[in-house]
């Protein structure tokens, strides 16, 4: 069987009720923690196989992931780190709709950490609701004013990094002074702190000076190699602040 089949098949042999025959899972927190354990080492495969370029074999794998989260919601009612898990699948997917729910549900049950509000921003924005995006935005800097810098971060270089093709195309002067704005935005999000989200913050602001400094050509020549590792860069830099103190 395939590497997802396998695993799941473990945790189904640790999860489900012996002997049964049927798809039950037992209910206690600790077959849910298994089964969280297993899915995420099927999200980890798909990550390879995505990176590889083997979306089959990802999307294999990511489906597999689904069904030993939903396995460890089945385990242990309200089990937030599976909806939470199963949401940024989504996301990932671009399935708003279903992030919308498992992130809702998760505050329901407690979960409500400034990244989850954050998150479900993220949801209400894809979703064309941004109302309700804004006041999740504004529900996670109440909670982490690190947030608020990072927002701006993201307002400034969006623009840049993910323009809207319906609009007209930035001018090398608009992308400039995004680019400034975005140093001077990472520049307040590390403050002092000297922890690895601040070591992060800094880099990045040190490459995006580098290429603000350069010429309209270089600039033009980076752009498409630069914007998805930008883009990765301040989701991981998101998560890295979020962590700290």
């Given at each position: 069987g395939?590497?997802?089949?396998?695993?799941?098949?473990?945790?189904?042999a640790?999860?489900?009720?012996?002997?049964?025959?049927?798809?039950?899972?037992?209910?206690?927190?600790?077959?849910?923690?298994?089964?969280?354990?297993?899915?995420?080492?099927?999200?980890?495969?798909?990550?390879?196989?995505?990176?590889?370029?083997?979306?089959?074999?990802?999307?294999?794998?990511y489906?597999?992931?689904?069904?030993?989260?939903?396995?460890?919601?089945?385990?242990?009612?309200?089990?937030?780190?599976?909806?939470?898990?199963?949401?940024?699948?989504?996301?990932?997917?671009?399935?708003?709709?279903?992030?919308?729910?498992?992130?809702?549900?998760?505050?329901?049950?407690?979960?409500?950490?400034?990244?989850?509000?954050?998150?479900?921003?993220?949801?209400?924005?894809?979703?064309?609701?941004?109302?309700?995006?804004?006041?999740?935005?504004?529900?996670?800097?109440?909670?982490?004013?690190?947030?608020?810098?990072?927002?701006?971060?993201?307002?400034?270089?969006?623009?840049?990094?993910?323009?809207?093709?319906?609009?007209k195309?930035?001018?090398?002067?608009?992308?400039?002074?995004?680019?400034?704005?975005?140093?001077?935005?990472?520049?307040?999000?590390?403050?002092?702190?000297?922890?690895?989200?601040?070591?992060?913050?800094?880099?990045?602001?040190?490459?995006?000076?580098?290429?603000?400094?350069?010429?309209?050509?270089?600039?033009?020549?980076?752009?498409a190699?630069?914007?998805?590792?930008l883009n990765?860069?301040?989701?991981?830099?998101?998560?890295?602040?979020?962590?700290?103190?």
């Open positions: 395939s590497a997802a089949g396998s695993a799941a098949g473990s945790a189904a640790t999860g489900s009720a012996a002997g049964s025959g049927s798809d039950a899972v037992v209910k206690d927190p600790k077959v849910a923690k298994k089964w969280l354990a297993a899915a995420q080492t099927l999200v980890q495969k798909g990550d390879y196989w995505t990176r590889t370029q083997k979306i089959a074999d990802a999307k294999a794998q489906e597999n992931a689904v069904t030993a989260y939903q396995k460890a919601i089945e385990a242990s009612a309200g089990f937030v780190p599976a909806r939470l898990a199963l949401a940024r699948l989504a996301l990932k997917e671009e399935d708003f709709a279903a992030a919308e729910k498992h992130l809702s549900r998760a505050v329901a049950d407690g979960g409500g950490s400034a990244e989850v509000h954050l998150d479900l921003g993220v949801a209400y924005r894809g979703l064309g609701q941004p109302d309700k995006a804004l006041a999740e935005y504004e529900a996670a800097e109440k909670l982490q004013p690190k947030l608020a810098a990072i927002r701006q971060l993201a307002s400034v270089l969006n623009p840049v990094l993910r323009p809207d093709p319906n609009k195309p930035p001018t090398d002067a608009d992308n400039v002074a995004a680019l400034k704005a975005a140093i001077d935005a990472l520049k307040q999000a590390a403050g002092t702190q000297t922890g690895p989200g601040a070591v992060a913050a800094k880099r990045l602001a040190e490459d995006l000076a580098k290429l603000a400094q350069g010429d309209e050509a270089i600039r033009a020549r980076a752009q190699a630069m914007v998805s590792p990765t860069a301040l989701d991981e830099l998101r998560n890295y602040l979020q962590a700290q103190p």
